[in-house]
């Protein structure tokens, strides 16, 4: 419905359709509010609709001529449906069949027949409105997630829902995890990073800060926090880097991605994170300058707790000061390869999760860029 332009929402286990045209006693065209139960739970298909009975909020609606659309009259009366909505009056049109086959035409045909009546007046009157829709106070969006139902993934959506995640270092890679974990439906996303934002941090991360902005230098995880809460709106940024004296910040989560330059301190993060229980995905850039072109690896390591020998035993996470001629550690600007470690994390995050199928288990991967290959190892 949202898709043709209705303003549809599901609240309080009803289905709202807002911004119905009518007409009024008057003859003057109005907008009153559809509400609809809702029965049983919802997977990519709609349910049969055993009630066709329907409330509406508003005055009662009649013809162009101002008649009373006594067809559709069941009762006339105000009531609280769920604390949230008071409704004036209830419809009953059945179907020809005896029933609606989902909630999609039993919705469509009450906004059809008030609102036929009011373009009837007013031929601009519709209630496919396009408008955006805010979602209710439950939901972890501000705005109604219609990409899902969209491209019917909504129920593999609904594995990612209820979970906390946690982000620890918001630079380059950091900043693309949030990117990218906000537009699921996760209920909290806590940020973790002491460091304020700079013009070098800018040229590493999604969307593009104002000089305003670097001038004012915010801390990293406040800035972010003021852009993406305006989608989602469990974003918690706590403007403090993790030490052994405060790892117990990072408990509780129901995954941990560790993006962070330096590799000394992930050996305490780990430990704790690992004494927790927790499982916690850890990404790493390699980018060195050859013959005036850069070799650059991507690297994903993935811990749970089924799963942890492998980032010991092969070290798979480097844990001590990186020497050498290392590019990346001196800021050369790779966004693309932040963006890429980024979705490998979050892909590999959603496979433990059940929203990507996964064949081959693999815990370690490494994309080289030179020869576009990615080795999968450390399979569970």
Not at 125 to 142: G, Q
Not at 314 to 340: D, F, K, T, W
Request: with cysteine; proline share 3%.
């Amino acid at each position: 419905m949202i898709d043709e332009g209705y303003e549809a929402s599901i609240e309080q286990q009803h289905l709202v359709l807002y911004n119905v045209p009518y007409v009024n006693s008057s003859g003057a065209v109005k907008k009153g509010t559809l509400v609809s139960t809702l029965e049983g739970s919802f997977a990519e298909t709609t349910l049969r609709v055993s009630d066709h009975v329907i409330m509406f909020a508003g005055e009662y609606p009649c013809d162009r001529n101002g008649r009373p659309l006594e067809t559709i009259r069941n009762t006339t009366r105000d009531e609280n449906i769920a604390g949230r909505w008071v409704v004036n009056h209830r419809f009953s049109s059945k179907p020809k069949r005896g029933f609606y086959t989902d909630y999609y035409e039993k919705m469509s045909t009450y906004a059809a027949i008030l609102s036929n009546q009011a373009a009837a007046l007013d031929p601009t009157s519709t209630p496919k409105s396009f408008r955006v829709i805010e979602m209710s106070d439950d939901s972890p969006f501000v705005y109604f997630d219609n990409a899902s139902g969209r491209s019917g993934i909504s129920a593999v959506s609904r594995k990612l829902a209820g979970q906390r995640v946690a982000i620890v270092g918001l630079g380059g890679t950091g900043s693309y995890l949030l990117d990218l974990v906000a537009k699921t439906p996760v209920d909290e996303i806590h940020l973790f990073d002491g460091d304020v934002l700079k013009q070098h941090n800018a040229y590493r991360a999604p969307g593009a800060a104002s000089i305003h902005q670097l001038k004012e230098q915010p801390l990293k995880v406040e800035y972010l926090q003021s852009i993406y809460r305006n989608m989602h709106r469990g974003i918690v940024a706590h403007g403090e880097f993790i030490t052994s004296e405060n790892i117990d910040l990072l408990q509780g989560f129901d995954i941990v991605f560790l993006c962070l330059d330096a590799n000394e301190v992930k050996a305490t993060i780990i430990a704790g994170l690992e004494g927790f229980e927790a499982s916690f995905i850890d990404v790493g850039i390699g980018v060195n300058l050859v013959d005036e072109g850069l070799t650059a690896a991507v690297r994903t390591t993935t811990s749970t707790p089924a799963n942890r020998a492998h980032v010991h035993k092969r070290c798979r996470i480097p844990m001590r000061h990186a020497a050498g001629n290392n590019e990346y550690a001196r800021n050369i600007q790779v966004s693309e390869l932040n963006m890429v470690n980024a979705a490998h994390a979050v892909i590999q995050w959603k496979q433990l999760c059940g929203f990507y199928r996964d064949t081959e288990h693999e815990f370690h991967s490494i994309f080289r860029v030179a020869d576009n290959h990615i080795l999968s190892e450390d399979m569970a």
